[in-house]
Every structure is written in C-alpha cells, then in structure tokens.
C-alpha cells in the first residue's frame, strides 16, 4: 500500500515564525502535491512538484514556499506564518504516468495565533 | 477555466438506504477525467471512484457507480445500501488530460450515514 505520512497532525505556530511542513511518500512516487483544505471552499493546491528539485506554483501559493530535495520528501515552507493560514494541510503523491490518481497523507491541522 | 460545483453542503440517509451526490462541472475540453475521493472523519482522502470522460459506460466500484451525463457535465455519485463507514465528506474533482498537472476540486459534501 501507498504510504503518504505527514510530520504532524496539529500544529500551533505564532504570528511570524517560519513553518515547516514535511511530507514522505515510500512509494517511489515522481509527483508530490500540497494543498489547504478550507471548509466551503474545498481543497485547493499550493505546490506541486512532478521530480526532483522541480517545483510548479499551483492556484494559491503566495505566502508559501516549498523544496524538493530528495524524491521522496516534499517540504511545504511559510517564511512568515499569518493568521490566514490557519488551516488544514494535506499532502499527496501519484505516480509520475498516473498523474491524477493521487494518494493523500492523514493531513496537517495547523493554527496561527 | 474549469469548475467542478457541488451544490449539497451536507446530506443524511440512513443506514441501508441508497444516497446520490450531486456533481456539475464546466469545462470546454473533450478530454478529461472525473472522480469522486472520501475523506472520512480524521482519516486520509482516498481515491473511490474515477471515469475516463471517452467512456460511455459509467464506472462502478463495488457499492459506489457513477451517472456520468457528458452533454449535462454532471457526474453524480450513487452509494448503495450505504454503511455507517460511509460516513465522510466526500469530493468530486476534474483533471484534464494532458494538461496542467492539476485536479479541480469541488467544496465537497459532508455524508452522514445514520443507524
């Protein structure tokens, strides 16, 4: 089975602080994919990222960052944590001719005070 | 653009009884996919069911089928003698082939399955 894990379940950060959101895959997978999933407004996509070093923005990636360093790990990064970006966090990963059959991880629930 | 509309926040049914969630979409391409994921309560979105906008023929997977009207742009979701594991928001999303890497989800629609 796929395996998609996120570093945290719930996160509490301040106004200000840089965050770091890890996520693994073990399944070899070429793509890896951020979103933030907001009630009424569905999931929608950060990052992603289809190799390597690689990294394309996705509908909604200002105030985020992410890295690629090695295939099996995508980092999600916010340099400056707001408020506004209290929100949940899934991660997920497709193989590369399997583009859209992505699997998820169990999600990070992150709360900027 | 694309769109993807469900236009059921949240639904009940009881336990048994058969559920449909309803799916719209708007796209100007020919080829695309379409699926349904589960998210249950505190546990990871999973892939339950997906269909190849060529295909005629509605996918089915086990208790879950799809009515895939592609003149409407409707893509609706039938679970038969739902279960209370049934439980879950459920999303419907849009990907175009050969396109832009990217799903389009719909706002999702919370299913409570009851005893």
């Known amino acids: 089975d796929v395996k998609v894990t996120q570093s945290s379940r719930y996160l509490v950060k301040r106004t200000g602080e840089k965050v770091f959101l890890e996520c693994v895959q073990d399944?070899?997978?070429?793509?890896m994919f951020w979103y933030r999933q907001d009630p009424g407004l569905g999931l929608r996509l950060i990052y992603f990222?289809?190799?390597?070093?690689?990294?394309e923005k996705g509908d909604i990636p200002e105030g985020y960052s992410v890295s690629r360093e090695k295939k099996e790990r995508f980092s999600l990064i916010l340099e400056s944590a707001s408020t506004n970006q209290t929100s949940m966090y899934l991660c997920?990963?497709?193989?590369?001719?399997?583009?859209?059959?992505?699997?998820f991880g169990p999600g990070t629930r992150l709360t900027v005070t | 653009a694309q769109t993807v509309t469900q236009s059921q926040p949240e639904m009940s049914v009881q336990e048994a009884e058969t559920v449909t969630l309803s799916c719209t979409y708007d796209t100007s391409e020919n080829n695309y996919y379409l699926f349904w994921y589960k998210q249950p309560p505190s546990r990871q979105m999973i892939l339950v069911i997906r269909q190849e906008a060529y295909k005629q023929q509605n996918a089915t997977e086990n208790r879950f089928s799809v009515n895939f009207q592609k003149a409407a742009k409707s893509f609706s979701l039938k679970i038969s003698d739902s279960q209370l594991g049934d439980t879950a928001m459920y999303f419907c999303a849009l990907a175009l082939m050969n396109r832009d890497d990217k799903i389009i989800f719909g706002k999702g629609t919370r299913l409570h399955i009851l005893p």
């Open positions: 997920a990963s497709s193989r590369g001719d399997s583009l859209y059959e992505q699997y």
């Open positions: 990222s289809y190799d390597v070093k690689m990294k």
């Open positions: 399944m070899d997978h070429e793509n």
